[in-house]
């Protein structure tokens, strides 16, 4: 992405083509790093969730299980899953990065207009935030979220990123899941009201 951006480029020149590509890379650098560590590649064996999100434009990847929410312009307050996770027939059985038909299991796609909001989750979360009868996401669990990210400066912040390390790793959390907890939030509102006492303690 970043060559693609040097050479002039932007989210719109983003189709599968640049997405297979983005895989097919991926996997001949984990069998490098296999070989020179003396591992197999299935020991390197992850999911992958990818978004670019321009003014008007973005574009979605997944290859297994976890999740990727949005919220867009037009509706502000509902958060709607742009895949729903890849699993197989058993349970914590999926598609993977390193898989040899990865490119084929590729989930893409490209959305018109503006997107506000967006998380990427991984599998130890999915059951908590999605509504599988449904097939939904839970927004009440992204607004107060959302809420958190948007009341400080842009870019990383380490003060938010360890208040939700530690709500994450909570007994209310560990208790419902023992599987990888990652989230990632990136936003583009700015704050509309004060930040409720409740949402600075736990996120």
Partial sequence: ???????????????????????????????????????????????????????????????????????????????????????????????????????DDLQFCVHHGMVDEVALFSDGLQNMVLDYEDRKAHSKFFQPMFHSARHTSSGYSRRLSVALAEYLASPEIVSRTDDDKTLVLATRRAPSRPMPRRSRARV
């Fill in 1 to 103: 992405m970043r060559r693609l951006l040097k050479r002039g480029g932007g989210v719109e020149d983003i189709d599968r083509s640049f997405a297979e590509g983005v895989v097919d890379r991926f996997r001949l650098v984990a069998e490098c790093v296999a070989k020179l560590s003396g591992h197999g590649r299935r020991d390197f064996a992850c999911t992958l969730l990818a978004c670019f999100v321009g003014r008007e434009r973005s574009a979605f990847m997944q290859l297994g299980d976890g999740a990727i929410v949005i919220a867009r312009r037009e509706a502000p307050d509902i958060y709607d899953h742009v895949f729903w996770p890849q699993q197989g027939e058993f349970a914590n059985e999926t598609t993977f990065a390193t898989g040899s038909e990865a490119e």
